[in-house]
T-cell receptor
Framework: GESVGLHLPTLSVQEGDNSIINCAYS??????FIWYKQESGKGPQFIID?????DKRQGQRVTVLLNKTVKHLSLQIAATQPGDSAVYFC??????????FGSGTRLLVRP | KAGVTQTPRYLIKTRGQQVTLSCSPISGHRSVSWYQQTPGQGLQFLFE???????NKGNFPGRFSGRQFSNSRSEMNVSTLELGDSALYLCASSPDTQETQYFGPGTRLLVL
């Protein structure tokens, strides 16, 4: 079935370094993608989104890259901080009205 | 604007019982979606409502149902609870389809 998956279940980075979280999606018809951050005991929090007519979008300390050729998304976090420690999910919206979530990557920031 | 709110935040039930969870979307948002989150299955889509109509449904048994009211508030109901229904149930709202969904804090359900 349709799925969105992540390459690395856990990513450990040093505080101050840049983080890159990757995601592969399988539905080539999807035209909208979102990254969410989920901290323990909380619901997913919107980070950044991108539509399929774009290759790159930047936010505050975050950048999302979309490669439609290989159906790959990445989230880059600059100067990673302890508060960035969380589980990160990518999600896609195909033609239906539902989000399809990846399995998530846990980001651990070492002080 | 206030965020998405969900009640109750925590719930303990026993097998065979039924439960109703409530979600109030962000003001002005007409689309409400429900998701189940478990360690084993991750985040799975349950259903989506827009203007009191269910527009899409995930692959869950008929024991899971929902509805949306005219003020966009939504409820989901699970009947004949099973142990495997223990999960975090998340509600998300958006202005309309193909727009960013904003999540509430979730209702953690424990079935004993």
């Amino acid at each position: 079935g349709e799925s969105v998956g992540l390459h690395l279940p856990t990513l450990s980075v040093q505080e101050g370094d840049n983080s890159i979280i990757n995601c592969a999606y399988s539905n080539s018809a999807s035209d909208y993608f979102i990254w969410y951050k989920q901290e323990s005991g909380k619901g997913p929090q919107f980070i950044i989104d991108i539509r399929s007519n774009m290759d790159k979008r930047q936010g505050q300390r975050v950048t999302v890259l979309l490669n439609k050729t290989v159906k790959h998304l990445s989230l880059q976090i600059a100067a990673t901080q302890p508060g960035d420690s969380a589980v990160y999910f990518c999600a896609e919206i195909p033609s239906s009205y539902k989000l399809i979530f990846g399995s998530g990557t846990r980001l651990l920031v070492r002080p | 604007k206030a965020g998405v709110t969900q009640t109750p935040r925590y719930l303990i039930k026993t097998r065979g019982q039924q439960v109703t969870l409530s979600c109030s979307p962000i003001s002005g948002h007409r689309s409400v979606s429900w998701y189940q989150q478990t360690p084993g299955q991750g985040l799975q889509f349950l259903f989506e409502y827009f203007s009191e109509t269910q527009r899409n449904k995930g692959n869950f048994p008929g024991r899971f149902s929902g509805r949306q009211f005219s003020n966009s508030r939504s409820e989901m109901n699970v009947s004949t609870l099973e142990l495997g229904d223990s999960a975090l149930y998340l509600c998300a709202s958006s202005p309309d389809t193909q727009e960013t969904q904003y999540f509430g804090p979730g209702t953690r359900l424990l079935v004993l």
